[in-house]
């Protein structure tokens, strides 16, 4: 797949949730937004980890408390609008995070007449997660990822952000689909896909 010129959307409920799930694979778009829905005050770090991806940041002020789905429907709608992506990811819609589901949810009510590629990303919330999407990185594009995760400053103790357990996720995923031994991988879920006529 060559994207060069092509746009990437990831819209993530919490911030290190789209560099997490697609920071590798935004890196082969020409051009690439980053979505937070519920910035839980880690703004700072959500534009940080954008950055070092050469990707946007859109960083809505929605309360994961008290969120109204149309809200963000209507919010999602107009991004979309205005950025025109060839591609869209975000959650999937079996994850054990509410606010996962109510992001993924609503992405897919706002892509009601989208015509790209919708793809649901992986994070250890969204399980189970049964991806048919493998999207190989070089290993430039994954140390790039996992410098972005770092910039994630305050989640730098937690369980998922360790070297260890970023390297056996993306390694196990390499294998779940035979891939060549020593790779890193990121999984997707394929939700949508339009194949437009030519004549
Ligand atoms: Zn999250």
């Known amino acids: 797949m060559v994207n060069g010129e092509k746009k990437i959307l990831i819209v993530g409920a919490h911030p290190d949730d789209a560099e997490y799930g697609a920071g590798g694979f935004l890196q082969m778009f020409g051009k690439a937004l980053i979505c937070v829905v519920f910035p839980m005050g880690r703004a700072d770090e959500a ?89 190989e990185l070089t290993d430039a594009q994954f140390e790039k990822k996992l410098t972005a995760l770092r910039k994630h400053k305050s989640q730098a103790n937690r369980p998922y952000m360790q070297s260890q357990a970023l390297h056996t996720h993306f390694n196990y995923w390499n294998e779940a689909y035979q891939g060549k031994s020593g790779r890193w991988v990121e999984p997707f879920v394929l939700h949508r896909n339009v194949i437009r006529r030519t004549g």
């Open 47 to 135: 534009r940080a980890g954008a950055d070092e991806l050469g990707a946007d940041c859109a960083v809505m002020d929605f309360d994961a408390e008290n969120a109204r789905e149309r809200a963000l429907i209507e919010n999602l709608d107009e991004i979309i609008g205005r950025f025109k992506p060839n591609v869209i990811c975000t959650h999937s819609l079996t994850g054990v995070h509410q606010d996962h589901r109510l992001v993924a949810r609503s992405v897919i009510s706002a892509c009601r007449a989208f015509t790209g590629m919708v793809l649901f990303f992986g994070t250890p919330s969204d399980h189970p997660f049964a991806a048919n999407l493998f999207v």
